[in-house]
C-alpha cells in the first residue's frame, strides 16, 4: 500500500516536473521573442534619434513663436528618445555587468 503511494507521488512529481520544463521553454521562447524586438526598437530609435540631432543643430534663421515652440518640443522628444532607450537597455547592462 505505501509502495503504491510512494509510486503515485513520483510519477505525479514526475508529471509536474515535465509541465514546469515545458513551461519554462516557451517563457524563454517568448523572452528571446522580446529581446530581438526591443533590439530592433532601440535601433529604430537610435536611428530617429540621429536624424533629429542634426535637424536640431542647423541653425533656425526665423524666430517665429511657433517655430521656436516647435523646435523646443522636438528637443523634448529627442531628450525622450534617449531616456526611453537608456531605461530599456538599463537591465540588459545590469546583466553585463555580473558576468
Do not use: G, W
Not at 529581446?35 to 536624424?51: F, G, K, M, P, R
Amino acid at each position: 500500500m505505501i509502495y503504491a503511494i510512494l509510486i503515485i507521488t513520483n510519477i505525479l512529481t514526475l508529471a509536474a516536473c515535465v509541465l514546469a520544463v515545458q513551461r519554462s521553454l516557451v517563457l524563454i521562447e517568448k523572452i528571446d521573442e522580446i529581446n530581438v524586438q526591443v533590439e530592433e526598437s532601440l535601433d529604430i530609435i537610435d536611428t530617429s534619434y540621429a536624424s533629429v540631432s542634426k535637424h536640431l543643430e542647423s541653425p533656425v534663421l526665423f524666430d517665429d513663436p511657433v517655430v521656436v515652440a516647435m523646435i523646443r518640443d522636438v528637443k523634448q522628444a529627442r531628450d525622450a528618445m534617449l531616456l526611453v532607450a537608456n531605461k530599456v537597455t538599463e537591465p540588459f547592462q545590469n546583466d553585463e555587468d555580473s558576468d
